[in-house]
């Protein structure tokens, strides 16, 4: 588990992000509002709102009927009082010499009767009667809402859904943060770890399916690459142990030949000569480990009979058998059972499963090899009937330099790399290699070649 200062920066990055896109959503619904009533205003013009208000209808009708303004005072009980601009207590009414009749919806006052000086913003409105022009409605200001008044009266349900959607925002942020950031900000907090070198971070699995997933599956590639550098400083250290074993044997004879200690004879230069080669042997089988496990080994396929293949090894290792008292031999279903193999790899595979197999088959034991093949394709083993591997020990027994502790001990010999090596070689081509004690007693290793 990691700590919250290690999650915090993509934490606070989702925040700005959400920010982000609701600073955005606001400024484009605001200059969207300014953009309608900018239009609005534009496109609407004062003649066609004066359409529209009811008192130049009235006055025209008045002087139509009565032929002047004497007593027009009549007609204000008749005109609405309650429009919503308040556009009736901004009204003046000049007569045709430009006195005024009705000042502010009054006919009655200082202002009555004297003439009207315009201002600016004034909007006046020709009162027509038989195309004769007999008057002149005046609205003071204006005659439209003030801009202000209308984007405010606009922008008061912005503001309140802004703030419904602030909230609703840091809700998502928090629900977002507990529910995938946090599982995936622990995940690239514990990935840093892990490059950092720490093999035994682990995080916790949880989160929506698909970051539980993630999290398992992290959890066992820190659990291969911990278990990789654990065999990696292993093998080194057996590779140290095989090595050190020859080479004191060789500083020893040959400083006891320079020291005068041992005659420069055969019988102490052989013994250095009999460790250089097993040197050299190790060295040779760590290498074709090597380009095996790296898929480098060049591998010539063709069609190879098994039987043949069986029988030759089988001779190779005759007069060793012959010499410990053991028999070994071969059992074929067929005469004739092939495969798209390369034949010296094969070779060298059974012929290491049948050296592990003299090595710890006890004297006058049993070796036998078997080729059979099925629906899957065709399988060669090695059995015999010598003490076999302790059942927790088989899932190590491919591993390099692997010997159990008990029957297959160091003291019999072998560098522990003919097994790695066939798997290696098998699993190169297509195949599969296992082992499982006999139920007899003893131990028997199979490798199954598919069907081409």
């Known amino acids: 588990m990691k700590s919250a200062s290690s999650i915090r920066p993509i934490q606070v990055r989702l925040f700005i992000l959400l920010l982000r896109g609701f600073a955005a959503a606001v400024l484009l619904t605001l200059l969207f509002i300014f953009a309608a009533a900018a239009i609005l205003l534009g496109v609407s ?6 359409e529209r208000l009811p008192f130049v209808t009235r006055l025209e009708t008045f002087y139509t009927v009565n032929r002047s303004w004497e007593n027009v005072q009549v007609i204000l009980p008749l ?3 309650d429009d919503n601009e308040g556009l009736w207590n901004r009204s003046i009414l000049l007569d045709e010499a430009g006195k005024i009749l009705i000042f502010e919806g009054r006919t ?10 315009s201002q600016p913003n004034d909007t006046r409105i020709p009162i027509l009667v038989e195309g004769r022009e007999v008057g002149t409605f005046i609205v003071t200001g204006s005659l439209y809402p003030a801009i202000g008044a209308i984007v405010l009266g606009l922008l008061s349900p912005v503001f309140f859904v802004s703030i419904f959607l602030a909230a609703l925002t840091i809700i998502i942020g928090l629900l977002l943060m507990r529910r995938f950031v946090t599982p995936l900000s622990e995940v690239i907090a514990a990935a840093r770890t892990l490059a950092a070198g720490d093999l035994s971070t682990r995080i916790r699995v949880s989160g929506p399916d698909d970051l539980r997933v993630l999290s398992d599956t992290f959890n066992h590639m820190a659990d ?67 380009l095996a496990e790296t898929r480098q080994l060049p591998f010539e396929r063709r069609e190879v009979d098994l039987n043949d293949l069986a029988r030759r090894v089988i001779d190779l290792f005759q007069a060793e058998a012959e010499g410990k008292g053991i028999r070994i031999s071969l059992e074929a279903t067929t005469d004739f059972l092939s495969a798209q193999l390369d034949p010296q790899r094969t070779e060298q595979v059974v012929s290491n499963l049948v050296a592990n197999a003299l090595r710890y088959t006890p004297e006058g034991g049993d070796i036998w090899l078997t080729i059979e093949t099925d629906s899957g394709g065709v399988g060669l083993s090695v059995l015999d009937n010598g003490p076999g591997v302790p059942e927790e020990d088989l899932p190590h027994l491919f591993d390099r330099f692997w010997r159990a502790e008990k029957s297959r001990s160091r003291a019999s010999g072998g560098a522990g790399l003919g097994l790695a090596i066939a798997r290696q070689l098998v699993e190169a081509q297509g195949g599969t290699i296992a082992a499982r004690n006999r139920e007899g007693g003893g131990l028997q290793v199979s490798i199954q070649f598919g069907k081409k």
Do not use: C, F
Not at 45 to 50: K, L, P
């Open 45 to 50: 013009s004062q003649e066609g709102m004066t």
């Open 79 to 81: 005109l609405p009082k």
């Open 108 to 117: 009655s006052g200082p202002m009555i009767g004297q003439p009207y000086t």
């Open 224 to 290: 291969a690459l911990e278990r990789s550098d654990t065999e990696r400083r292993n093998m080194l250290a057996d590779i140290a142990h095989e090595l050190r074993t020859p080479l004191t044997v060789i500083r020893g004879r040959l400083e006891g030949i320079v020291d005068g200690v041992y005659p420069a004879d055969e019988g102490h230069i052989l013994p250095a000569l009999e460790e250089t080669y097993l040197l050299e042997r190790l060295v040779d089988d760590l290498r074709l480990l090597t």
